[in-house]
C-alpha cells in the first residue's frame, strides 16, 4: 500500500549534512523527501497529504546507530530484531549497524543474507548487519571478505572481543581496503583487562573490584593505527573511552590516515562513580571511566576528534545481570535513551546541536556508505520529530527491549521524540 504524502509544517529543520538549522516545511511523497527547507514554505500541499503542525518543534534525520547488539539469531530472549526495531523506532534512531555476536556468528554470506531477509520481514527501522573479521570470531581464520561485501555487508567487526594477533590483522586490512570495506574494532587487550571488571583507580580499589587499566585499551588502539598506516585501509575504532585514546586518534588524524572514531553515549553521560555499591546495570565494556575522561571524550566529540556516538545497545537479560558485580554480564540497553542523553550535552552547551546530530546522522552514514542521515530531497524519508525542551522520566515501563538493562533507569531527560518516520511511514508516536 502507497503511503499517503506528508507535509510538516512550520518546523525547525535541523540537518548537518546541509548545515541547515532553518525553520520550514518538509515533504514527504512515496517515502522520499520532496523538499525540506525554509524555501518549501509556501510550496503547497500534494493531495491526500497529512498535515502535522510542527510548530515548537525540531525534524532531525532518523538517527544512524553503528553499534547494536541483537540476540537474533540464537539469543532471542533478549532481543530479536523486530522488538530492537521498535526500541529503535522510539529513540528517534531509523537504521543500525548490528554487530555480528550471535549464534551462528554472522560470518558467511548466508547468515548475513539471513539477518537481512528477517529485517525486511519484521523491524520496523533499516538493518544492516556488520559481518565478523574472523571465523566464528575465533581470532584465527580470516572472513570473506569480498564475497560479504558483495552481499551488502557494510563493515567488519570481531563485535565485543579484540583481535590479538596483529599479522592476521594487517592481512585482514589489507583485503578491507581492496574492497573499500570499513574495518571497525573495539580496542580491549583481553590480557591486560585481565579479570578486572571496571575502571583502575582508587574507586575500584575501595569496593574491592579487580580493575581494568587504560593501557588495556590504549596499547591494542596504538597498534591499529600503525597497521593501518601500514595497509592504508580505512579504520575505525569502534569505541574508546579515554581522553588518552582521543589524544592518539587526533594524531593519527593529524598524519592524514584514513581513520573515525566512535563513542558510547555511556562514556558521554557516566563515570565510574556512577556504579555506585556493585549497580551491575552500570557494568560495561570497556567500564565507565574516571570524570576527567568524560569530559575529555565530551571535549574530543565537540572537536571532532571522535566522528560518532553510538549507544552500543547491548541486552542483557535479568538472570545474566542481577548477580554480584564481579560475575555480572557487561553491557546495557541504549537504543531508547541514546538521543535524550546526547541532548543534555545540548543544553549544558558543552557540544553545539548541529555537531551532536551529526554524530549521529550524517557521520555514522557516510561511514557506513549508507543514502541516510539526511534530509536532502530526494533522500529516504526517515527522521524524527522532537521536542528539544520536553521532560520526562524514563521508567521500565517505557522500555521496549525485551531486556531491561538499562543504566539510564528512572534518568530524568529533557528531549523527547514524539514521532519517528522510516520511509515516509510512521512507526512511532509518542503518547499524549
Known amino acids: 500500500m502507497t503511503e499517503r504524502p506528508i507535509v510538516i509544517e512550520k518546523i525547525r529543520i535541523v540537518d548537518p549534512a546541509r548545515k541547515l538549522d532553518a525553520v520550514g516545511t518538509i515533504i514527504v511523497e512515496n517515502g522520499v ?158 590480557a591486560l583487562a585481565g579479570s578486572g571488571v571496571m575502571n583502575e583507580g582508587l574507586y575500584a580499589s575501595w569496593l574491592g573490584l579487580p580493575g581494568i587499566p587504560g593501557e588495556a585499551e590504549i596499547i591494542p588502539l596504538e597498534r591499529d593505527l600503525r597497521l593501518a598506516a601500514l595497509t592504508r585501509c580505512r579504520y575505525h575504532a569502534a569505541k574508546i573511552s579515554l581522553g588518552e585514546s582521543a589524544a592518539v586518534v587526533a594524531g593519527a588524524k593529524r598524519r592524514g590516515l584514513a581513520v573515525t572514531a566512535g563513542v558510547s553515549i555511556n562514556h558521554l553521560s557516566l563515570n565510574e562513580n556512577d556504579v555506585g555499591q556493585y549497580r551491575t546495570y552500570f557494568r560495561l565494556s570497556p567500564p565507565l571511566r574516571r570524570e576527567e575522561d568524560r569530559l575529555a571524550m565530551v571535549e574530543a566529540l565537540a572537536d571532532g576528534t571522535v566522528d560518532i556516538i553510538v549507544s552500543s545497545h547491548d541486552p542483557q537479560d535479568a538472570d545474566d545481570k542481577r548477580r554480584p558485580f564481579a560475575e555480572a554480564e557487561a553491557g546495557a540497553i541504549g537504543l531508547e535513551t541514546l538521543l535524550p542523553a546526547a541532548l543534555r550535552l545540548y543544553h549544558s552547551g558543552a557540544v553545539p546541536l548541529m555537531r551532536l546530530v551529526e554524530a549521529m546522522t550524517s557521520a555514522p552514514a557516510a561511514l557506513l556508505g549508507l543514502d541516510r542521515g539526511t534530509l536532502k530531497p530526494g533522500a529516504p524519508a526517515d527522521l524524527a520529530i522532537v521536542d528539544l525542551d520536553r521532560p520526562f522520566v524514563f521508567t521500565e515501563d517505557l522500555i521496549r527491549s525485551r531486556s531491561k538493562n538499562s543504566a539510564f533507569e528512572n534518568a530524568r531527560f529533557a528531549g523527547q521524540v514524539l514521532r519517528t518516520i522510516v520511509s515516509g511511514r510512521t512507526v512511532f508516536e509518542a503518547a499524549g
Open 33 to 190: 523527501i520532496v523538499a525540506a527547507g525554509a524555501d518549501a514554505l509556501n510550496q503547497g500541499r500534494p493531495d491526500g497529504a497529512t498535515v502535522i503542525d510542527g510548530s515548537g518543534r525540531t525534524a532531525l534525520p532518523g538517527l544512524v546507530d553503528a553499534r547494536v547488539f541483537i540476540g537474533e539469531p540464537g539469543g532471542e530472549h533478549r532481543e530479536t530484531i523486530a522488538s530492537a526495531s521498535r526500541a529503535a523506532a522510539a529513540g528517534g534512531v531509523t537504521s543500525i549497524l548490528t554487530m555480528p555476536d550471535t549464534d551462528p556468528v554472522i560470518d558467511d554470506v548466508a547468515i548475513a543474507e539471513f539477518v537481512m531477509r528477517t529485517a525486511r520481514d519484521t523491524a520496523l527501522v533499516n538493518v544492516f548487519p556488520a559481518a565478523a573479521l574472523t571465523k566464528g570470531l575465533k581470532g584465527k581464520e580470516m572472513t570473506e571478505i569480498g564475497l560479504l561485501t558483495d552481499a551488502g555487508v557494510k563493515a567488519f567487526t570481531e563485535g565485543r572481543k579484540t583481535l590479538a594477533d596483529p599479522a592476521l590483522m594487517r592481512r585482514i586490512m589489507t583485503y578491507a581496503r581492496d574492497f573499500g570495506a570499513v574495518v571497525m574494532h573495539e580496542t580491549q587487550d583481553a
